[in-house]
């Protein structure tokens, strides 16, 4: 299996602020790579597919970058709606493994 | 509008089995694969298993095999997933999620309101 880890499992930031949250493959997903928010109580939402594809409706200052091992999420700038958990999930092969999430929180 | 509407919460004893169906609609059904996922309480994603309504075709978590059963009905357009031997483990919000592709790229695109099954004594 492969196995997706992310990092960091929690960060605290600003509104503002830019976040990077990186997802590292254990073997190459060329860019079958997506990206979720989750809010609590909520299912989770498609943000990004295939590495760096913005889903319709998500705000531009989400970006998703990487290819083959190394991925990585960013919000541009930090608003308070964005405050949640964020999962990667890699579609190269069965079983369709997530990271273990990271949960962003208010400074 | 794509919906996915899934059976409502389930308490169920260690040993029993427990049968979650979602029922979808704004779409043909049988045009896209269904996935289905699970979470514990405080914890990650985990993915159990997909089916294909078009032709029955399944593919399971290997930690799952043996115990979980997915199906269709095309004639309600509803899948089912049936979890079998239940543990205390088996605690969690299941979601039924129908996929979407771009390419060769899937995703999780739709997904429903999630079903909490609890395994307690």
């Known amino acids: 299996d492969i196995q997706m880890t992310q990092s960091p499992s929690s960060l605290s930031s600003s509104v503002g602020d830019r976040v990077t949250i990186t997802c590292r493959a254990s073997?190459?997903?060329?860019?079958?790579l997506n990206w979720y928010q989750q809010k609590p109580g909520k299912a989770p939402k498609l943000l990004i597919y295939a590495a760096s594809s913005l889903h319709g409706g998500v705000p531009s200052r989400f970006s998703g970058s990487g290819s083959g091992t190394d991925f990585t999420l960013t919000i541009s700038s930090l608003q308070p709606e964005d405050f949640a958990t964020y999962y990667c999930?890699?579609?190269?092969?069965?079983?369709?493994?997530f990271g273990q999430g990271t949960k962003v929180e208010i400074k | 509008q794509v919906q996915l509407v899934q059976s409502g919460a389930e308490v169920k004893k260690p040993g029993a089995s427990v049968k979650v169906s979602c029922k979808a609609s704004?779409?043909?059904?049988?045009?896209?694969?269904f996935s289905w996922v699970r979470q514990a309480p405080g914890q990650g994603l985990e993915w159990m298993g997909w089916i294909s309504p078009y032709n029955g075709n399944t593919d399971y978590a290997q930690n799952l095999q043996g115990r979980v059963t997915m199906t269709t009905d095309t004639s309600t357009s509803t899948v089912y997933m049936e979890l079998r031997s239940l543990t205390s483990d088996d605690t969690a919000v299941y979601y039924c999620i129908r996929e979407a592709q771009v390419g060769p790229s899937i995703f999780f695109l739709f997904w429903g309101q999630g079903t909490l099954v609890t395994v307690s004594s």
């Open positions: 999930q890699q579609s190269f092969n069965s079983p369709r493994t």
């Open positions: 704004g779409y043909p059904f049988t045009s896209y694969g």
């Open positions: 073997q190459t997903i060329n860019n079958y």
